[in-house]
C-alpha cells in the first residue's frame, strides 16, 4: 500500500471519527502536519473532482412590454454592468 492509499484511508477515517485531527494524529501516532498535508491534498483532490460537474440555472428576464391602459409601451432596459472574460464570454447586466 503506497503512502498515499494509507493517508487517504486514515483522513477518510479520522472524518468517520468525529476527533479533532490533532487527537487522531495522537492516538494513531502521526506526525500532525504530515497528516495534515495529505488530508488537504486528498480535499483539494476530491474537490477537483467534484467541480468537473457543470450545473446550470435559468435567470429570468424582465418583460419588455408593459400595458398603460389600452396602448401597449415598450420598456427600453438600461445596461447596469458589462463584464467581458478573457475567454471572450459578455454578461450584460440590465
Same mark, same amino acid.
Given at each position: ?6 493517508? #487517504? ?13 490533532? /487527537? ?11 497528516? #495534515? #498535508?495529505? /488530508? ?53 447586466? #440590465?
Amino acid at each position: 500500500m503506497s503512502i498515499e492509499s494509507k493517508m #487517504y484511508a486514515l483522513a477518510t477515517q479520522w472524518r468517520e471519527s468525529g476527533l479533532s485531527k490533532k /487527537e487522531f494524529c495522537r492516538v494513531h501516532n502521526l506526525s500532525f502536519h504530515q497528516f #495534515y #498535508y495529505w /488530508e488537504k491534498k486528498q480535499r483539494k483532490t476530491n474537490n477537483d473532482l467534484n467541480s468537473s460537474e457543470v450545473n446550470f440555472f435559468s435567470i429570468s428576464t424582465p418583460a419588455h412590454q408593459a400595458s398603460i391602459g389600452s396602448k401597449s409601451t415598450e420598456i427600453k432596459s438600461k445596461k447596469v454592468l458589462s463584464i467581458e472574460l478573457v475567454n471572450g464570454i459578455k454578461i450584460d447586466f #440590465y
